[in-house]
């Protein structure tokens, strides 16, 4: 662990991995890649190495 708490991203990764896969069958049963692209939803998850200016989060 490090000190400070870094600040990341959250990220599902069941659902990256699930995705993955479906795409991948997907590709192979003869989809284009280019029309299966997702976006899937994801957070800031924020910690002591985040600095405030003037009481807002940067």
């Given at each position: 662990m490090?000190?400070?708490r870094l600040t990341t991203v959250a990220?599902?990764?069941y659902k990256?991995?699930?995705k993955a896969v479906r795409t991948l069958q997907?590709?192979?049963d003869g989809a284009s890649p280019a029309?299966?692209?997702t976006y899937l939803p994801h957070h800031i998850i924020v910690r002591e190495t985040v600095q405030k200016v003037n009481g807002?989060?940067?």
């Open positions: 490090s000190l400070p990220q599902p990764i990256i991995g699930y997907d590709v192979l029309a299966l692209r807002e989060i940067f």
